[in-house]
């Protein structure tokens, strides 16, 4: 059983580090404040040739593997968790999952490879207004129409909606199959009928761009397809797999962040004539805050090797890391307010700003309820 990283691997944290330290911390407090879309931070990330890092060179990405995605949106969640859900989805999540595995080959040189060189921009539409965790109460149909099929329905919640110029439209071709019955659309953003919501106002993760589709007979053609009628449920709950990924090496990105923060902090910090890690709380709170972390990066770091080695096993991993590593991120977030004291409550820190943002990761890609359920599941069997 082999803990270290590759070279190589190690030469990526080092260029992903000193690009978010140079590019990224100095402007992360203002992104939250002003509610600043962070799409000229992902156009410089493109700018590295990073897109789609596990997607061999030949085919358009960047030869890489899935421990250096998981290392990116690591190293990018320490200074802005905005940036890093949206790196998430740039390097190796829902989008290029779904387009890499499951599109044909006119559907790639059309989407994903723009996609990869950041010439467009896409979004995943899943989540509607009463269909969240329980897809099956998805409303969006998409009725055959000769060689076309015409969309009706709204999308809520979905990250780079507003910045999108295609999107991946979850919609049910035959509402008597339920889950059996959706069907995954590509559909361009500019087609008659096809509008965006206003961009929605969060508690954290204020730079992430997020809003509503709106589809009022909205025609594509047969060829918009992903995979086959009825099987876009199946692709994707496997690219969600990916994505969970995601979020877990995301999650625990800002629980390091904030853990560095706090040990920084407690050492310039001095009451009683004395700086506040010498008191035995402060170092009980990072000790723990250290364990957990160490514990959630074990398991986002063998989810990611699992990916690589095509295990049956990482749908199992990714679901727990993501479970594990966000509910880490919280509590390491909400330690580091609290040893920074009424400090740590201003956004004069950024631990404020890092404990919002966490709390996001235990709602988005499948909520740690229905993780547990999923994971049960397995268990069981």
Same mark, same amino acid.
């Given at each position: 059983?082999?803990?270290?990283?590759?070279?190589?691997?190690?030469?990526?944290?080092?260029?992903?580090?000193?690009?978010?330290?140079?590019?990224?911390?100095?402007?992360?407090?203002?992104?939250?404040?002003?509610?600043?879309?962070?799409?000229?931070?992902?156009?410089?990330?493109?700018?590295?040739?990073? @897109? %789609?890092?596990?997607?061999?060179?030949?085919?358009?990405?960047?030869?890489?593997?899935?421990?250096?995605?998981?290392?990116?949106?690591?190293?990018?969640?320490?200074?802005?968790?905005?940036?890093?859900?949206?790196?998430?989805?740039?390097?190796?999540?829902?989008?290029?999952?779904?387009?890499?595995?499951? %599109?044909?080959?006119?559907?790639?040189?059309?989407? &994903?490879?723009?996609? #990869?060189?950041?010439?467009?921009?896409?979004?995943? $539409?899943?989540?509607?207004?009463?269909?969240?965790?329980?897809?099956?109460?998805?409303?969006?149909?998409?009725?055959?129409?000769?060689?076309?099929?015409?969309? @009706?329905?709204?999308?809520?919640?979905?990250? %780079?909606?507003?910045?999108?110029?295609?999107?991946?439209?979850?919609?049910?071709? @035959?509402?008597? &199959?339920?889950?059996?019955?959706?069907?995954?659309?590509?559909?361009?953003?500019?087609?008659?009928?096809?509008?965006?919501?206003?961009?929605?106002?969060?508690? $954290?993760?204020?730079? #992430?761009?997020?809003?509503?589709?709106?589809?009022?007979?909205?025609?594509?053609?047969?060829?918009?397809?992903?995979?086959?009628?009825?099987? %876009?449920?199946?692709?994707?709950?496997?690219? #969600?797999?990916?994505?969970?990924?995601?979020?877990?090496?995301?999650?625990?990105?800002?629980?390091?962040?904030?853990?560095?923060?706090?040990?920084?902090?407690?050492?310039?910090?001095?009451?009683?004539?004395?700086?506040?890690?010498?008191?035995?709380?402060?170092?009980?709170?990072?000790?723990?805050?250290?364990?957990?972390?160490?514990?959630?990066?074990?398991?986002?770091?063998?989810?990611?090797?699992?990916?690589?080695?095509?295990?049956?096993?990482?749908?199992?991993?990714?679901?727990?890391?993501?479970?594990?590593?966000?509910?880490?991120?919280?509590?390491?977030?909400?330690?580091?307010?609290?040893?920074?004291?009424?400090?740590?409550?201003?956004?004069?820190?950024?631990?404020?700003?890092?404990?919002?943002?966490?709390? &996001?990761?235990?709602?988005?890609? $499948?909520?740690?309820?229905?993780?547990?359920?999923? &994971?049960?599941?397995?268990?069981?069997?």
């Amino acid at each position: 059983m082999d803990f270290e990283l590759t070279k190589a691997q190690e030469q990526f944290r080092k260029t992903i580090r000193g690009f978010t330290e140079n590019e990224i911390r100095p402007i992360a407090g203002a992104v939250d404040r002003y509610e600043a879309t962070v799409d000229d931070n992902i156009k410089k990330l493109a700018a590295l040739h990073i @897109n %789609g890092i596990a997607i061999p060179v030949e085919e358009g990405g960047a030869g890489g593997d899935h421990v250096c995605y998981a290392i990116a949106c690591e190293e990018v969640a320490k200074a802005c968790t905005s940036t890093a859900t949206l790196v998430s989805a740039k390097l190796a999540g829902l989008l290029i999952e779904m387009l890499y595995y499951y %599109g044909t080959p006119a559907q790639k040189e059309k989407y &994903l490879q723009p996609f #990869l060189q950041g010439e467009l921009e896409g979004c995943f $539409g899943l989540t509607e207004p009463e269909a969240g965790s329980d897809p099956g109460r998805l409303c969006t149909t998409a009725i055959k129409d000769g060689s076309n099929y015409i969309i @009706n329905g709204t999308k809520t919640f979905i990250t %780079g909606a507003p910045l999108a110029d295609f999107a991946i439209v979850m919609a049910s071709t @035959n509402k008597s &199959l339920g889950t059996k019955g959706i069907t995954a659309f590509l559909v361009d953003c500019d087609t008659p009928g096809f509008s965006k919501g206003k961009p929605e106002q969060k508690m $954290g993760q204020r730079g #992430l761009p997020v809003g509503e589709l709106i589809m009022k007979n909205v025609v594509v053609p047969e060829t918009a397809i992903i995979g086959k009628e009825g099987m %876009g449920f199946r692709l994707a709950m496997k690219s #969600l797999d990916c994505g969970r990924l995601g979020i877990a090496s995301v999650a625990l990105g800002i629980a390091e962040g904030a853990y560095e923060a706090a040990v920084k902090y407690s050492k310039e910090r001095v009451q009683f004539g004395a700086p506040i890690c010498n008191n035995q709380a402060i170092q009980f709170m990072l000790t723990d805050m250290k364990m957990r972390i160490d514990a959630a990066q074990l398991l986002v770091y063998r989810a990611a090797v699992s990916k690589d080695k095509g295990s049956s096993s990482f749908p199992f991993e990714a679901s727990m890391a993501k479970v594990y590593a966000s509910e880490v991120a919280m509590f390491v977030t909400t330690k580091a307010v609290q040893i920074h004291g009424g400090y740590g409550y201003m956004n004069d820190y950024p631990v404020e700003r890092m404990m919002r943002d966490a709390k &996001l990761t235990e709602i988005y890609e $499948g909520t740690s309820e229905i993780q547990r359920m999923v &994971l049960a599941r397995t268990i069981l069997k």
